[in-house]
């Protein structure tokens, strides 16, 4: 293509890019929400028909970790994909699989099918995230990314407060399968923008895929997830089901790891984790989700079976938790033009750390302000260490690789907050069957495994059994605090951890001089492909952005 082509084809995206940034958002959006409205929706599933699905604990944990571990597994295979075919096409063909498959949730019948179908949501979701990020990366210039890629994140947090309040409104007015056909008109109206806005970008010299890398990440991930919930679930980690997968899964996990490092095309190129930037980056994001997801998922059960707020209450009280991300998020590369990226992050990470260990001051009639607090520094926390830190992992690498770096973020991510859910939970549910059990002695014997299981099903048991099951409620809001705090204290250790490595692993605030640097070889893909090969190296990328002065 001549050059001046070239360059009114680059001007016409650059003049579309806050539009088709809005796009984008908007296909994030339809993934985030399902996760914030199945957050909510958790307690009504658990409940028995016609209600719900009567789903345990480990139940509703494996349909918030069946999406994840899919979707985690598939999305180095997404991100190679949509270097190779094209970002667009790779974006509207998640988005269709994702609608059929929540069409098909809401029509489930039982925990298994929940659980298959949202596998199914998982592998659609796996070819949305990547190429948003990948797309936002070509159509806005280094200088203008931050602020872009700081509105993406923001998205989240939009998300984050929408999900819960829509799930209540919908919860108190259909049935809980409505929580899913919400997701149709949105992903309608997302592919239609879609083909009208959004361009389409690839790498010239894309790699080949890997499909033996990408089975031995998702078993291993699957074997150690899955063992986690079942000692959990057993309250007892020596049993064989519990620590003889896990120890597999990690066994799988390390196989993977070696075959990746040694093949010429790999899923994931460990050649990235070289770079200290990119490395500490990583782990921040990963550990943040960790805590947050560990968070979420007992503070469900806590607004709701302990507090007694209804489903819509229990999603306005997220709103704090919202609004700061989609206040602060956008704004982050102010703070880290000023301090740096190692500073901003790892204060983040602190404050968020210091929001988790807040709720150790939650009981059954602690002012539900304090919760709000809490979750407004939460919120303030995450969104001074998700941007800085995407766009330390994006900027590190060539711009046609864009698809593999998201691919990367997202995948850290999501296999964080799998293990947050899947650790964290079930933490809480030993901890808070061994404060249970002594209290169990009122119910039948074949009821009393089950019972101790999780708060809410000690609360259905009890409910049944009528006025000689009221016994039972104290006692279970009691073992359930406990268990919560201790939960609370393992994210509060994980966000701290994270900042550890923030401070020891990502560079300082570089000087002056180095902040005004420019990066000559940063020019986006070219649409669809038609154009020169970048000539840009990992060097290069690393150098240019080595200071991250957003």
Known sequence: MPPAQRRRVSEGVHRRRWAILAVLALSLLVVMLDNSILTVAMKTIAQPAPTGLGSTQSQ??????????????????????????????????????????????????????????????????????????????NVFEPEEQPKAIGIWTGAVGFATAAGPIAGGVLLEHFWWGSVFLVNVPIVGAAMVAMLVIVPDSKDPRPGRLDPVGVLLSIVGLA????????????????????????????????????????????????????????SASVAAIGLVFFALMGVTFFSVFYNQSVRGYSVLESGLLVLPLAASQMFFAPRARLVVNRFGARAVCAAGLVLTAAAFAGFLLLGQDTPIWVLEVLFFLMGTGMAHVMPPATVMIMSSLPREKAGSG??????????????????????????????????????????RHAAGESLQATLTVAEK??????????????????????????????????????????????????????????????????????????????????????
């Open 465 to 550: 059994l009528g006025p000689a099951g009221r016994v039972l409620v104290q006692p279970a809001h009691d073992a359930f605090i406990h268990a919560m705090h201790i939960t609370a204290i393992g994210s509060a250790a994980v966000a701290l951890a994270g900042a550890v490595v923030v401070l020891v692993f990502l560079p300082g605030k570089a000087p002056a001089a180095a902040a005004g640097a420019t990066n000559p070889g940063a020019g986006p893909s070219e649409p669809d492909g038609d154009h020169e090969p970048s000539r840009q190296s990992h060097g290069d990328a690393a150098g240019a952005n080595a200071s991250l002065t957003l």
């Open 223 to 278: 074997g150690l997830v899955y063992g986690i919930i079942k000692g959990g679930q057993l309250g007892d980690f020596t049993r064989p089901e519990a620590w003889a997968t896990i120890l597999c899964g990690l066994a799988v996990l390390a196989g993977f790891v070696m075959y990746e490092a040694r093949s010429d095309h790999p899923a994931l190129d460990v050649a990235y984790f070289r770079n200290r930037r990119f």
């Open 60 to 137: 509703l944990e494996w349909a918030v970790n069946s999406y994840t571990l899919v979707f985690a597994g598939l999305l180095f295979t997404a991100g190679l994909l949509g270097d190779r075919l094209g970002r667009k096409k790779v974006l509207l063909f998640g988005m269709a699989v994702f609608g059929v498959a929540s069409v098909l949730s809401a029509l489930s019948d039982s925990s298994g099918q929940l659980i298959t179908f949202r596998a199914v949501m998982g592998f659609g979701g796996a070819f949305i995230l990547p190429a948003t990020l990948a797309i936002i990366m």
């Open 406 to 447: 998201s691919a990367v973020n997202n995948t850290f991510r999501q296999v964080g907050g799998a293990m947050g859910v899947a650790v964290l939970g079930s933490l809480l549910s030993t901890t808070y069957r061994s404060g249970i059990d002594g209290h169990l002695d009122v119910l039948p014997t074949s009821d």
